[in-house]
T-cell receptor, first 114, second 120 residues
Framework: EPEVTQTPSHQVTQMGQEVILRCVPISNHLYFYWYRQILGQKVEFLVSFYNNEISEKSEIFDDQFSVERPDGSNFTLKIRSTKLEDSAMYFC????????????FGEGSRLTVL | GENVEQHPSTLSVQEGDSAVIKCTYSDSASNYFPWYKQELGKGPQLIIDIRSNVGEKKDQRIAVTLNKTAKHFSLHITETQPEDSAVYFCAASIREHRADSTGSNYKLTFGKGTLLTVNP
């Protein structure tokens, strides 16, 4: 069964460092998303991406965040200068077109900022 | 923007009993309501969803009901089993169709989750 894959599964970084989280969405999907989940809290929308541009972003997704689809398969989330409060589980998701609209989530990348 | 409230935050039931989780939403324009199950260390996985044009949907032991007037929807799990133990999230979304028919954008607003424990 096709799945969304994310790397790394866990990354520890120092405050102020740049981090890139990588995702390989399901191959025939057209919409890509990043969500995050701070420990014990709800899953929060960060950004959606379609046709090589951002469709929508939340207030969390400030200038420190960027997304990119550098090739035909990868979808990346970059945090330019990490802060302690960026520590969270980051989920990539993708969705297929038309009828279902189901979002398929990856297993997440846990980011710990020290 | 949309706000989704979910209750209870924790729910413990005996194996074989039913479990009910309730959510309310604030934006009357929301028209898509999925439920996700998240097992420890995994990403959320869709278990059932409902659109605003129906009031109830059932899939084996799982059912979801929607009351658009009251802006609330519920997940019902019957004959619970230990493997049903997980965190369950409700979500709401406005399905935005693209004019070129290439798909729909689903920005989901999640509830805070319910930790369901099914005791054997």
């Amino acid at each position: 069964e096709p799945e969304v894959t994310q790397t790394p599964s866990h990354q520890v970084t120092q405050m102020g460092q740049e981090v890139i989280l990588r995702c390989v969405p399901i191959s025939n999907h057209l919409y890509f998303y990043w969500y995050r989940q701070i420990l014990g809290q709800k899953v929060e929308f960060l950004v959606s991406f379609y046709n090589n541009e951002i469709s929508e972003k939340s207030e969390i997704f400030d200038d420190q965040f960027s997304v990119e689809r550098p090739d035909g398969s990868n979808f990346t989330l970059k945090i330019r200068s990490t802060k302690l409060e960026d520590s969270a589980m980051y989920f990539c998701a993708s969705s297929v077109i038309r009828s279902t609209g189901e979002l398929f989530f990856g297993e997440g990348s846990r980011l710990t900022v020290l | 923007g949309e706000n989704v409230e979910q209750h209870p935050s924790t729910l413990s039931v005996q194996e074989g009993d039913s479990a009910v989780i309730k959510c309310t939403y604030s934006d009357s324009a929301s028209n898509y309501f999925p439920w996700y199950k998240q097992e420890l260390g995994k990403g959320p996985q869709l278990i059932i969803d409902i659109r605003s044009n129906v009031g109830e949907k059932k899939d084996q032991r799982i059912a979801v009901t929607l009351n658009k007037t009251a802006k609330h929807f519920s997940l019902h799990i019957t004959e619970t089993q230990p493997e049903d133990s997980a965190v369950y999230f409700c979500a709401a979304s406005i399905r935005e169709h693209r004019a070129d028919s290439t798909g729909s954008n689903y920005k989901l607003t999640f509830g805070k989750g319910t930790l369901l424990t099914v005791n054997p």
